[in-house]
């Protein structure tokens, strides 16, 4: 046996291939979706090639029913939503990544996993409706390291249609929400965690007349059309001061300013994290201290800061966090 023969289970229905082997003579062996299980190695037998082809069976001829007996179903309605990324356990401590497709559109696709100098490509292709691609496998003990997932999305269908723009949508796994995403997965049937990625109501916005030639030599010369629907950047210095953040301060208690202001403070780590930048600096002042206290009673609890410290002082003063993000 070696790896990537076909295999199956002496005393089971499964079939698959030989993944890698393991001490005291156990084989895993990856089935279908991508799941792996430990099996003995006296407990499995090769598959052969030509037996792979005598167990096929001759296709059945076809029984026509007379015409009244046939239900002619109603045409279902087009399903325009339902782009999933999907975390299904294999065992307590592995899981494997999934994109879905369960809308009728066509989705030309690429995912990948964006970093500072560069991006990890993690799959690309075509996903046909009511279908999924497997795109890695991710350790629960990595968490706080996972990938932040980058998707790009193309809708096609035959005939004449008012297609949706391109869907681009960047996701970082957080641990306060992901538990939270546990549910049935669409189209595997399986339980998993599961995001919905064309959450937002899809765009069909037309092209302005002036601006469709422009576009239609950039696509027919393969140039990247602007990117829609992108999560916003941040700034790399916030300023967390109430008039810079162009609320009315008028007939706002202290409490409420300081709500404000953490409210801008939370928003823009969330968008700093999600777009995997490595660091942030907000601007608090010195003041009280509450706010810059409690700043930094939130980035204590946040596991996706590593470190954060009092910013340069020759060009903040003593008013300013430099936030690390992992």
Sequence with gaps: MNIGDKVRLVHGREEGVIYAFLPGNVVEVEIEDGFRIPVLRNEIVT??????????????????????????????????????????????????????????????????????????????????????????????????????????????????????????????????????????????????????????????????????????????????APEQNQVAKPEQVVDLHIEKLGVSINGLSNDAILRKQLDAFESNLELAIANGMEEITFIHGAGSGSLKNELHRRLGKNQHVKYFKDALKEKFGYGATLVKIK
Excluded at 96 to 117: K, S, Y
Excluded at 195 to 214: G, H
């Design 47 to 224: 598959i052969s090639p030509v037996e792979s082809q005598r167990m096929v069976k001759a296709s059945e001829p076809q029984k026509v029913n007379p015409r009244n007996d046939v239900i002619v179903p109603r045409n279902a309605p087009f399903a325009e939503k339902g782009i999933y990324l999907a975390f299904i356990s294999v065992n307590d401590k592995a899981l494997t990544v999934h994109i879905i497709n369960n809308t009728d559109w066509i989705l030309p696709f690429t995912a990948v996993a964006p970093a500072e100098q560069t991006d990890t490509g993690l799959a690309g292709g075509v996903l046909q409706p009511r279908s999924s691609q497997k795109l890695t496998e991710v350790q629960m003990k990595d968490f706080e390291t996972w990938p932040v997932f980058d998707f790009k999305f193309l809708y096609f269908r035959d005939g004449n249609h008012q297609l949706p723009l391109p869907l681009t949508k960047r996701i970082k796994c957080r641990a306060q929400s992901f538990y939270k995403n546990k549910s049935k997965v669409p189209v595997l049937g399986k339980d998993g965690f599961v995001y919905q990625i064309d959450e937002e109501s899809l765009k069909k916005e037309a092209p302005a007349p002036e601006n469709l030639a422009a576009e239609l030599k950039e696509r027919m010369l393969g140039q990247t």
